[in-house]
Structure formats: structure tokens, C-alpha cells
């Protein structure tokens, strides 16, 4: 079974500042997606950033990018410029290629002070 | 378009009460998914459907049920609330999971605004 950690429970960045959000997976499985959800107080999960575990190239998303070692099973993102809207819950997840199974961690609180 | 919708936002049960929530996507995605989300956890699988007239059991399914009559709509059942079940409850959709030629990200879930639901 995967497992998704998110090992720093809260966060704060000033604003315009850079902020690494750290993740780590498990898993035997060679090719899988990873995702990273970000959840405001309204509780809409919204998409930010996805990667496929086949390309070496990290994925970018104007202000976000992601970090991808997959040898060492790491995940983090980073969020660029922060803004007082990039406050929230973050969530990383893991899906097999091919599976249904999305395999949440326990989230990261972020807190960007003005 | 909507994406995916849950009807209702909130509500209050007794514990014994039954009630339905009603997630509905108009991306015509085949797969959907019900999830709940707890304080300090990530989200949870309940039930899931691989397409209509099928479900299957998810990480929690026990205390719901699960019905797929038509593509668009995924319904979740309480058939006797119990306090263990307050929670705030997702609903996701997406394409077939690793479908060739399918579009790019079929692997995406998109999810609804959730639904908030406490039992006394």
C-alpha cells in the first residue's frame, strides 16, 4: 500500500516571499502520478500541480513548481511570490498509473502574513 | 460548466436518521468518487464507480451505500447516521484512469465543494 507523508503540520511566508512545502511517498510501483491539492477556507479542492513519475522534467504552474526526486521519493512545492489568496490547507497525493486509488497525506496549514 | 456538484452544502442529522447526498458532474467523466475528510486527516475513499450501474467499496465504506443509475450522478447513502460519521463529505470525478489516447491528465480527480454533515 502507498503511503503520502507531509511532515510540517503548519507553515508561514511573508508575502512575496518563497515557500517550500515538503512531501515523501511510498511505493513499489514504478510509474505514478503525484498531485498537489490546495484547500481555502471555502473547502473547494483545487488541483495546483501535477506530475508524471516517467518524466524527469519537474512540472510548473506559473507561481508553483514541484521539486520531484524519485529516487529519494520526494515531493515538495514550491510556491513563489507568495499571495495573502495562497493561504490554505495544502495536500499532497499519490496515484498508481492506472489506478483509482488517490492517497492523500495529512495536509500542511499555510499561513502567509502580510 | 458546473464540474462536479454536491447537493446539499450542510446538514444536521439524528443519530438513527437516514439521508442521501447527491454529487453530479457534467465532464462526462466515467469514473466518480465519494470521500470523507476528518480533522487533521487527508481525504478518505468511501466508494467509488468505474462507470454506471457499477460501484465498489473504497479504504471506509462501512455506514454507506452507493448508487451509479446514470453516468452524471453518484449517490451516497446513510442508511442510520451515527455520531463516527460527522464530516465533511467529497465528491470527485474523472476520466478512466490511465486510459490510452485518452485526454492528458486522465488520471486528474476533480472534486465538488464538499458537504458538511453532522450527526447529533
Known amino acids: 500500500a502507498q503511503t503520502v507523508t507531509q511532515s510540517q503540520p503548519e507553515m508561514s511566508v511573508q508575502e512575496a516571499e518563497t515557500v517550500t512545502l515538503s512531501c515523501t511517498y511510498d511505493?513499489?510501483?514504478?510509474?505514478?502520478?503525484l498531485f498537489w491539492y490546495k484547500q481555502p477556507p471555502s473547502r473547494q479542492m483545487i488541483l495546483v500541480i501535477r506530475?508524471?513519475?516517467?518524466?524527469?522534467q519537474n512540472a510548473t504552474e506559473n507561481r508553483f513548481s514541484v521539486n520531484f526526486q524519485k529516487a529519494a521519493k520526494s515531493f515538495s512545492l514550491k510556491i513563489s511570490d507568495s499571495q495573502l489568496g495562497d493561504a490554505a490547507m495544502y495536500f499532497c497525493a499519490f496515484s498508481g498509473a492506472g489506478s483509482y486509488q488517490l492517497t492523500f497525506g495529512k495536509g500542511t496549514k499555510l499561513s502567509v502574513i502580510p | 460548466n458546473a464540474g462536479v456538484t454536491q447537493t446539499p452544502k450542510f446538514r444536521v442529522l439524528k443519530t438513527g436518521q437516514s439521508m442521501t447526498l447527491l454529487c453530479a458532474q457534467d465532464?462526462?467523466?466515467?469514473?466518480m468518487y465519494w470521500y470523507r475528510q476528518d480533522p487533521g486527516m487527508g481525504l478518505r475513499l468511501i466508494h467509488y464507480s468505474v462507470g454506471e450501474g457499477t460501484t465498489a467499496k473504497g479504504e471506509v465504506p462501512d455506514g454507506y451505500n452507493v448508487s451509479r443509475l446514470k453516468k452524471q450522478n453518484f449517490l451516497l447513502g446513510l442508511e442510520s447516521a451515527a455520531p463516527s460519521q460527522t464530516s465533511v463529505y467529497f465528491c470527485a470525478s474523472s476520466y478512466e484512469p490511465g486510459l490510452a489516447g485518452g485526454p492528458g491528465g486522465t488520471d486528474t480527480q476533480y472534486f465538488g465543494p464538499g458537504t458538511r454533515l453532522t450527526v447529533l
Open positions: 506530475q508524471e513519475a516517467y518524466k524527469q
Open positions: 511505493t513499489s510501483e514504478s510509474d505514478y502520478y
Open positions: 465532464m462526462n467523466h466515467e469514473y
